[in-house]
């Protein structure tokens, strides 16, 4: 099975695909990045690039499942709706073409890779670090927070 790990946000958009394969402990992750807009576009430009960078991904990764971070609500309420909106490029570009749709709270995600729902993100990221093979030298944030929600949704689809 195939999962595609979506960190949502309009300026950064942390993705991942990881494989579980059968009878292996860990996950393999096939691709990770942060994808990134520019401030200088229109909104709705950098969410159509949203949308056409998760389809990019689909058709070269072929994944089975979206696993995405539910929203928490902050003081910035513009950037909430935003971040909303670009959720539901991504979700719409899984669901037209039947991908299974997984969501995780925040705390859902703390518990899967670390075992507690208010670990901080020091201990995230150590923990995703162990969880899978990757390159330490090159994960952004984003890129290990969607590798952590794939992994959740790993977890809860056994």
Known sequence: MRILGIDPGFERLGVAVLEKIP???KEKVLFSECFKTSA???FS???????KETQRVIKKYKPDVLSIETLFFTTNQKTVMHVAEARGVVIYECAKIGMRIFEASPPQIKIATTGYGKANKEQIM?????LVDIDNTKKSDDELD???IALTASAHLK
């Open 45 to 51: 430009e950098r969410l159509s690039l949203i949308g």
């Open 23 to 25: 009878g292996c402990n």
């Open 40 to 42: 200088s576009l229109d």
């Open 146 to 148: 969607a590798i952590a």
């Open 126 to 130: 150590k923990m995703v670090k162990i």
